[in-house]
């Protein structure tokens, strides 16, 4: 069984605070550093300080509900076959303002796989990080904010190896899509090269189509009965919410030379109703467990089922972890 203690690292230092010769340019925190990871959900775990330090573990996609293959006639949805990538790591972070491209700013999990010899033919990167940003302040009827103070979670996803073996079959030179067998005795709701090549398809057009970047969905599922909460939010527990907005919800970065992506959700531009809903759970934090999906939405049978990119599961948020640069946020 794990310590409940346990001692919080630093925190995430954004580039424009940063200078040339900026120690913290060399000692980057490592992604991960605000939380700690759990083989199960426990109670939760208290630093020297008695803060609540989040806690997150892997979990697979089961449980998600995706599109199904044949869903435009029969509106049925299955749990997501697989997911393409495993979270290797969880951020968690109170700060006054959105922060943006999380990747740069942290050493990055490592993701290592046996290509020697190999080309590779692919567009997805090695690693995928989603970082959502949630208001926390009260809202304000008249009045709309795109930013401001609030809790990120940040999720490292590592390419899975199946994923991997089938990009390197549907991206080699010569490969025709009409004779694949690969799948061909595999329950048709179970088959995830669809998913697979959506996901590619998402990765070499979305950074310069927003239409495409709009089909990214997060499915956020919370312990919210536990809180009692109104029906008003709990009826869109488990409901998938595409983000829409390209640079406004959504921001999709590319980085080539880290082989990641990275897609940064932004909560704060939703509507009065949703921050009303936010500003009810925030007093529940510290008791909450959260599992936040992510796909990219198929429309017909070549792209369905839809299959996860990727899941975490993170327990008890406080709104006292740590803020940026080591020092504990501001309220008002």
Not at 72 to 87: A, H, I, M
Not at 141 to 165: A, H, I, N, P
Request: charged share 25%; proline share 7%.
């Amino acid at each position: 069984r794990e310590s409940r203690r346990a001692t919080r690292t630093s925190n995430i230092v954004p580039l424009e605070r940063r200078g040339k010769d900026d120690s913290s340019v060399r000692e980057m925190p490592k992604a991960g550093s605000s939380t700690v990871r759990v083989i199960q959900v426990d109670d939760p775990h208290i630093d020297e300080t008695g803060a609540t330090i989040p806690s997150w573990l892997g979990i697979t996609s089961f449980g998600i509900d995706v599109r199904s293959h044949g869903y435009l006639k029969t509106r049925k949805k299955v749990s997501s076959p697989g997911e393409l990538y495993e979270c290797v790591a969880v951020d968690c972070f109170m700060s006054n303002s959105r922060i943006p491209q999380v990747a740069t700013q942290v050493q990055l999990p490592e993701a290592n796989f046996d290509d020697e010899g190999v080309t590779k033919t692919w567009k997805s990167p090695d690693l995928f990080v989603v970082s959502i940003s949630i208001p926390m302040e009260a809202p304000r009827l008249g009045s709309s904010s795109e930013d401001g103070y609030g809790m990120t979670f940040v999720g490292y996803f590592r390419m899975k190896e199946e994923t991997r073996d089938i990009l390197r079959r549907i991206t080699a030179p010569g490969y025709n899509r009409a004779t694949d067998t690969s799948e061909d005795d595999v329950d048709v709701q179970k088959r995830i090269v669809n998913g697979v090549r959506l996901f590619e398809q998402f990765c070499n057009e979305a950074p310069t189509d927003p239409t495409f970047q709009a089909r990214f969905k997060l499915i956020p599922f919370a312990n919210l009965e536990e809180f009692g909460c109104p029906s008003y939010i709990a009826k869109y527990n488990g409901k998938p919410v595409l983000i829409k907005r390209n640079q406004t919800t959504g921001f999709l970065y590319d980085y080539p030379t880290l082989n990641t992506m990275e897609f940064d959700i932004s909560l704060h531009p939703f509507p009065y109703l949703f921050k009303q809903a936010m500003n009810y759970i925030k007093g529940y934090t510290e008791k909450s467990i959260w599992t936040l999906g992510f796909v990219i939405e198929g429309r017909n049978d070549e792209e369905l089922p839809e299959v996860a990119i990727g899941v975490m599961k993170i327990c008890y948020p406080s709104l006292s972890c740590g803020g940026i640069g080591g020092s504990s946020p501001e309220t008002s």
